[in-house]
């Protein structure tokens, strides 16, 4: 079997897509080699690529960004020569390896289906090295798709201002290097915070969004995004850096939310959220509130303080303006506003040795 992590693009049904009766070896591909080019009667997307449903699979359930496949698979080259395959025993792939064309295929299946593909080169190896030129057809039988879960290692290369980096995700929206040199906060959107369940809302358990936001961590670190270091500061020391390519997979799986501190997110994220939340996608599956608490503050945080704030951000507008108040938070007090709610923990209480009661 062949793990394959997919996390590009969105579901969605066949469409109509064609169905062909063929000769299906018991492991559910195929053994001959198919037409070069795709026949008459196949399916064309709008990118381009083909297919023909060869076994039809159950369920309306089709993989997303935040799933791992398993797959079989047999590829062959625009001379009919069987160039790749995964065998018995299958074989892992790197993210970096998947061809765009393999990525919008997988999320046309169901579970238990096999489908041909006629990838064009500009969706396949695009000239590169060792790899064939021209269409390729693959046969892929889909065998099993589950949510990704794993929480554990964040590490992972971000294309830097075109320097390749390694980082440690801390949420979806933040992350450093191992020497802690460099710290970033994303630009554009916000993560739910990953050190507790302190978030809750409509018919959510704190635990559950917890859940989301420990994902949304793990969906950052498992590619290599091309990011832009911007001007300003993402404060705490840290830098603003532009992902847009993270941006968009986060917030078009719930895992995070348009967010800016002046004026309103831009309306290209919004859309993707609005189409997030349509869909009851992620953190929008039991309730989407006037508002989102991302922050608390404590009056005693700074001495003499009289006034301070909390930041509330709109799910319509992406705008968090700050909402003033002259109110002494203790640990693990849950403030609400406009209609969702944050446990307060100090950042000195979050972690380690010092971490508090509700965090345990």
């Not at 793990?3 to 559910?28: N, R």
């Not at 670190?221 to 603003?240: E, F, N, Q």
Request: charged share 20%; with cysteine.
């Amino acid at each position: 079997m062949m793990w394959w992590w997919v996390w590009w693009g969105c579901a969605h049904g066949p469409g109509g897509a064609s169905q062909v009766d063929a000769p299906v070896h018991e492991g559910g591909l195929h053994q001959a080699a198919p037409p070069a080019l795709p026949p008459a009667g196949a399916t064309v997307t709008t990118s381009g690529l083909a297919y023909q449903v060869l076994k039809a699979g159950a369920g309306a359930e089709r993989p997303t960004r935040a799933h791992r496949v398993v797959v079989e698979y047999q590829g062959w080259n625009a001379a009919g020569e069987l160039f790749s395959s995964s065998g018995e025993d299958g074989k892992a792939i790197e993210l970096g390896q998947i061809v765009p064309g393999w990525i919008e295929g997988l999320q046309l299946m169901a579970v238990g289906e096999t489908t041909r593909f006629w990838i064009p080169e500009a969706l396949g190896y695009k000239g590169s090295p060792h790899y064939p030129s021209g269409m390729t057809v693959y046969d892929i039988a889909l065998i099993s798709m589950a949510p990704l879960r794993d929480y554990g290692d964040r590490q992972a290369v971000v294309l830097l201002d075109g320097v390749p980096r390694t980082v440690l995700w801390d949420d979806g929206d933040t992350f450093s290097t191992p020497d802690r040199a460099l710290k970033a906060r994303l630009a554009g959107y916000n993560t739910l915070e990953s050190y507790g369940p302190i978030h809750r809302w409509g018919d959510w358990k704190s635990s559950e969004l917890y859940e989301i936001a420990k994902l949304a961590g793990r969906v950052a670190a498992i590619d290599r995004w091309k990011c832009t270091t911007l001007p300003g500061s993402g404060g705490y020391g840290r830098s603003v850096v532009d992902c847009p390519e993270l941006r968009e997979v986060l917030l078009s799986l719930g895992l995070a939310h348009s967010f800016a501190v002046d004026g309103d997110g831009d309306p290209a994220d919004l859309e993707v959220q609005a189409t997030a939340i349509a869909g009851q996608q992620g953190m929008w599956a039991k309730g989407v509130p006037e508002g989102l608490v991302t922050s608390l503050h404590s009056l005693d945080e700074r001495e003499g303080a009289t006034e301070t704030y909390d930041r509330v951000c709109s799910p319509l507008t992406g705008a968090a303006p700050k909402v003033k108040h002259s109110t002494v938070h203790t640990a693990c007090t849950e403030v609400c506003h406009q209609g969702s709610c944050l446990m307060y923990v100090p950042y000195r209480q979050r972690y380690g040795d010092a971490k508090a009661d509700c965090l345990k």
